[in-house]
């Protein structure tokens, strides 16, 4: 089976990469274009997707590792995973308790964290943060995505999402709207403003029940402070324009290190 047929087969990747709007492909494409390039400097070593959904990037870069890892919290995605993509050489997915107890076989070169934190409710963003760090060999990088969901970006996003809707996009039809008063305040957003974040309980396939949010409401400075107290952040990126900076982007990236010091970063990541 064709490489491309796989990741056809991937529920996020035909939302997202194969997307029949134009738009939601170019800018998801180009957003596994810089994952690429990203992780591409530490070839040869491990990799971890730590919330590798559909396995759409381990599938995009398992060739270039010496082990390719995804993990997440669902453990129907891992299963599913496994299923279709598990044949791969250098490739396995393991459900995210079994990194619980992690032995130093389970520390990795580079990792991977996309489109994942923003979902987290604040008082679990700093463990998944603990668990980066902890995951991470000293020294080691760890590449964290998250959208941009505030300023002009929002409004761009908002249209689009629209549009994709009324083309028939069943995926856009109950996305995420704003009050007046509420997308006014993310529109001009600072760095510490917030609105409420409705939230969702769902029950996983091994029963566990988890709080996740949507989009909204996500402001990415919030999230900055956070992981700015368990990594130096060499990096900040954006795409998938990067010449604009945060203006008109959809992802901004931070490219961080894990201190080699004995003052590790799982130690000092926020409680």
């Known amino acids: 089976m064709s490489d491309e047929r796989l990741l056809r087969q991937g529920h996020y990747a035909r939302k997202q990469l194969f997307s029949r709007n134009a738009v939601v492909a170019w800018s998801h494409r180009r957003r596994f274009a810089r994952a690429r390039d990203l992780v591409t400097p530490y070839a040869g070593g491990t990799l971890l997707d730590y919330g590798c959904g559909d396995g759409t990037f381990i599938a995009l870069v398992h060739e270039l590792f010496a082990e390719a890892t995804g993990t997440d919290i669902d453990d129907a995605q891992v299963a599913g995973c496994t299923q279709r993509l598990g044949s791969l050489p250098r490739v396995r997915f393991v459900p995210l308790d079994r990194f619980a107890n992690a032995t ?93 974040r409705p939230s969702t309980t769902a029950t996983t396939a091994a029963g566990a029940t988890v709080r996740f949010h949507g989009h909204k409401g996500f402001n990415w400075h919030l999230l900055e402070r956070l992981i700015e107290g368990a ?41």
Request: hydrophobic fraction near 40%; include cysteine.
């Open 231 to 271: 990594f130096t952040i060499e990096r900040r990126l954006y795409s998938p324009v990067p010449v604009t900076g945060s203006w008109l982007n959809s992802q901004v990236w931070f490219v961080c290190r894990k201190p080699m010091n004995d003052l590790s970063a799982s130690a000092r990541a926020p409680n």
């Open 104 to 196: 130093d076989r389970d520390r990795y070169d580079a990792i991977v964290c996309m489109e994942v934190l923003e979902h987290c409710p604040s008082d679990v963003q700093p463990r998944i943060i603990r668990d980066l760090a902890r995951l991470s060999r000293p020294g080691g990088v760890v590449i964290i995505s998250v959208p941009i969901e505030i300023g002009l970006t929002l409004v761009v996003k908002q249209a689009v999402r629209a549009a994709a809707a009324a083309s028939g996009l069943t995926e856009y039809v109950h996305r995420e709207r704003y009050r007046p008063a509420e997308f006014a305040r993310m529109l001009m957003a600072g760095k510490e403003s917030q609105i409420e």
